[in-house]
C-alpha cells in the first residue's frame, strides 16, 4: 500500500478481517389478515431536515443519491395524533435488545435485512387496536449502499454499512463482500466502508469510522420529541388510516423513505465529487423523510 492509499485508510477508519454474515427474519404470525409494512427507498422524494422542512444542501457541502443494497426497521409505531408521544401509540413492532454489550442495544442478528420493496414485518390486524392513525414512526438501524467517489484519479464505486439506531450490539456484519467482527455495542453514527481492488496496484479494502452526525426528520418535533440519538423517522398518512378490526384482507402500508441526496461531506475542492483523499469528510448518512402509504 503506497502513501496515499494508507492516508484514505486513515480517513476513513481502521482495516477490519473477514467473516460470515448473519441475517435472522423477524417474528411474524401467519393466521388471518395481516397488516405488512414494506420499506421503499425513493430518490425523488423531497428532502426534509430534522425538523420536517425541505433541505437543501449547505454551502461548501455536496451529497448524492446512494444505491441502496438493504435496510432494517427495529420499532415501528402508529400514533393517532401529533400529541401522541413515543411509546403512546400502537406499537406494531418492538425488536429485541439485550445488555451483552453494557448499555441496552438492538440485536443486530435479529434484524431482518430487506432490499426495496421487500416486507419488512407483518402482524394480524386482529392483533391492532381500532381506530384512527395519523402518524407513523420507524426506527430505521440499518442501511447498506454503494455510492460514488474518486480516489487518486480514479472513479468508483464503494460500499457503505451504516448503522443509525440509538445503540446496536453487533457480533459481526458483511459490508459488501468482506466481513467486519466488531463483538460490541456500537452507538449510532457508526460505518463501515468497503472500497474495491484498483488493478493490480490496491487491494479491496474494509475501513470503519463514526459519523459526527445523523438527520432524523421529525415534523412533530414540537408536539412528541424523539428521544436523543435514535433514528425514530416520523412521517405522516395522506389520509388517516383506519383500523375497523372487522378486515377481511392484508393491508400494505409502504414506508417510503426519502434518499434523495442522503449521502452528504463536505466539499474541499467544490466539485460535487466525493474525493476522501483530498479533504472531503462525510457530514451526514440520515434518510430525508418519510411517507407511510396504504397500498391497499
Known sequence: M????LIFALIIGGVVSCDKDKNEPLPEENSGP???FRMKMDPNQERLDGFGNPATIPAGHAAQTPDFNS???HYIELAPS???QVGDGEVIYHGAETTE???NAVIFDKLKKVAHGETVFSKPLSQITPGNYNWARVSVTYQNYDVDFRANGYDLKGTIASFVGFNTYITSHKVKTKTVNVNANKLQGYWAWETPAIGSFYPATVV???APGTTVPNPLAQSSPIPTGSCLVTGGFETPFTVTGNESEDIIIDLSFSV???FE?????GNDIYEPLDGDTVVDMGLRGLIPIVVQ
Open 265 to 269: 461531506w463536505s466539499d474541499a475542492a
Open 101 to 103: 454489550g453494557g448499555d
Open 34 to 36: 395481516k397488516l405488512i
Open 82 to 84: 401529533a400529541y401522541t
Open 71 to 73: 435496510i432494517s426497521a
Open 260 to 262: 434523495n441526496n442522503s
Open 208 to 210: 470503519q469510522g463514526q
Open 2 to 5: 503506497n502513501y496515499k492509499h
